[in-house]
């Protein structure tokens, strides 16, 4: 029996796969606790174009990421953060990952979801920096952050 799987199922396979196994395990286990269900025409043809419409989503979404590290990674694309200081340059406080995100937003008008800004540690002192950003699995890019004194 052949059966197209709904959730991933321990040593058969993941969700989506289209696997054979045995008649009373299909029935008994697989179908009647909704972890599968038959593989007829009608089902197989849906799982393809679900497949086509993730395959086209992920196109999408990879040509918006390279869209974005364009425009991060222009030459007058500079975040600049003014903090208050104290002796040193050094900070009161820490620029998070948030903060660059909303800058960057209001400066330049380019949305990136403060998640996927790779801070490997706080910035805590005045000067230049370049934040690694993950946009897609794909695709990385460096923001340049200048902290000034507020």
Not at 51 to 62: P, Y
Not at 66 to 94: H, Q, S, W
Not at 102 to 113: A, G, S
């Amino acid at each position: 029996m052949k059966v197209i799987l709904l959730k991933d199922v321990k040593k058969q396979g993941k969700k989506g796969d289209v696997i054979e196994v045995s008649d009373g395990y299909g029935r008994n286990y697989l179908i009647k606790n909704n972890l599968a269900k038959v593989a007829d025409g009608a089902a197989l043809n849906q799982l393809k174009s679900k497949k086509e419409a993730e395959a086209r989503l992920a196109k999408e979404e990879l040509a918006e990421s390279k869209e974005i590290k364009e425009a991060i990674e222009k030459e007058e694309t500079v975040v600049t953060i003014a903090a208050k200081t104290g002796e040193d340059g050094r900070l009161f406080g820490t620029i998070p990952s948030k903060q660059i995100a909303e800058e960057l937003e209001k400066q330049y008008n380019i949305e990136v979801d403060r998640r996927k800004i790779q801070l490997g540690e706080n910035l805590n002192s005045l000067g230049r920096y370049n934040v690694p950003v993950k946009l897609h699995s794909e695709v990385s890019a460096d923001i340049k952050v200048h902290i000034v004194e507020q």
